[in-house]
């Protein structure tokens, strides 16, 4: 499945940005994905998560009641909506599919997932 991230900008802290990711080539309602983010000098680390039917979510702490991922399995794409940006979410943002056979399943581990986009560069201004 190929995945191509967009949405990334600069943004001021306290407003917000939505990434999407859209993928082609396979059955994307067969696939669980997920945001990473990956910031200078620091590990790539798993943002939000969500189970192929959209039935199971996941958040880092950081982001909890400020990042909601979603899916529309009708046109291949989920979502990460971002609200409150703060300085600290300053990162490259990836998206991340993961083949599942349990439609509730959310994939937490960055080794577990088969394909990659490009990723989407993030800056928020204090």
């Known amino acids: 499945v190929q995945l191509q991230a967009s949405g990334g900008g600069l943004v001021q802290a306290g407003g917000s940005l939505r990434l999407s990711c859209a993928a082609s080539?396979?059955?994307?309602?067969?696939?669980?994905m997920g945001w990473f983010r990956q910031a200078p000098g620091k590990e790539r680390e798993l943002v939000a998560a969500?189970?192929?039917?959209?039935?199971?979510?996941y958040y880092t702490d950081s982001v909890k009641g400020r990042f909601t991922i979603s899916r529309d399995n009708a046109k291949s794409t989920v979502y990460l909506q971002m609200n409150n940006l703060k300085p600290e979410d300053t990162a490259v943002y990836y998206c991340?599919?993961?083949?599942?056979?349990?439609?509730?399943?959310?994939?937490?581990?960055?080794?577990?997932?088969?394909?990659w986009g490009q990723g989407t560069l993030v800056t928020v201004s204090s």
């Open positions: 969500i189970s192929s039917s959209g039935a199971g979510t």
């Open positions: 991340a599919a993961a083949r599942v056979w349990n439609t509730i399943m959310v994939i937490t581990t960055l080794g577990s997932y088969d394909y």
């Open positions: 080539g396979r059955t994307f309602s067969s696939y669980a």
